[in-house]
Every structure is written in C-alpha cells, then in structure tokens.
C-alpha cells in the first residue's frame, strides 16, 4: 500500500505565511502527479495546485500569487508553501499522489488524511 502524510498545518493569523509538506511511502515505483485540495466546513472538496513529474504546475485562480507548490522527486514529498493567508484559506488540507505501486503497475489516486489550517482575522 501508499501511505501519504502531511504536516505544517496550524493556526496563523491573517496575512500569514504556512509551509505544508506531503511524504509518500510503500512501494512505490513513481509517482506522476501531486497536489494539494482543501474541504472546507460544509464545501466540497477543491483544488488548490498540482504539479506534474517534471514540475509543470498548475493552480486554482484564488492561489496564484499567493501559494508555490513543489516536489522533491528523490524524497517523494510534495509542498505547499502558503502566503498572504486569508481567513477563507481556513480548511482542511489534503494531499494527492497518483502513484505506480511495486506491486501494482496501475497509475492509483491515492489521499492523505489531511491538515487543519486556520487563519483569524
């Protein structure tokens, strides 16, 4: 199996900056693209950035400016770095690896269990 992990969610105030941070592990072969999403109470789930293997990257307009997203191949992390943090940045934030298994040759979405990030006002 993968197992995602995140770390670096907290509170701050607004204006702020955060650095979240993702490791994947298991048996893994590659790992193709990676993102971060967030929930926020009562919302559905939403992107907030991808980048691809070769670091081609992608984000949602509300993020741009504002949050880098990038990856370290050879440690299978993924990161967010977040700045100017407003309060409707506040939710939980999840990563996501599409992922090619030792055991299992099918490129699979796979989740981590997610990190609170809260910004007051």
């Known amino acids: 199996q993968v197992r995602l992990v995140e770390s670096g969610g907290g509170l701050v105030q607004a204006g702020g900056s955060l650095r979240l941070s993702c490791v994947a592990s298991?048996?893994?072969?590659?790992?193709?693209?990676m993102g971060w999403f967030r929930q926020a109470p009562g919302k559905q789930r939403e992107l907030d950035a991808t980048?691809?293997?070769?670091?081609?990257?992608n984000y949602a307009d509300s993020v741009k400016g504002r949050f880098t997203i990038s990856r370290d191949n050879a440690k299978n992390t993924v990161y967010l770095q977040m700045t100017s943090l407003k309060p409707e940045d506040t939710a939980v934030y999840y990563c996501?690896?599409?992922?090619?298994?030792?055991?299992?040759?099918?490129?699979?979405?796979?989740w981590g269990q997610g990190t609170q990030v809260t910004v007051s006002s």
């Open positions: 980048i691809t293997s070769s670091g081609i990257t």
């Open positions: 996501n690896s599409n992922v090619v298994r030792a055991d299992w040759r099918v490129a699979t979405d796979y």
């Open positions: 298991g048996r893994i072969i590659s790992i193709n693209a």
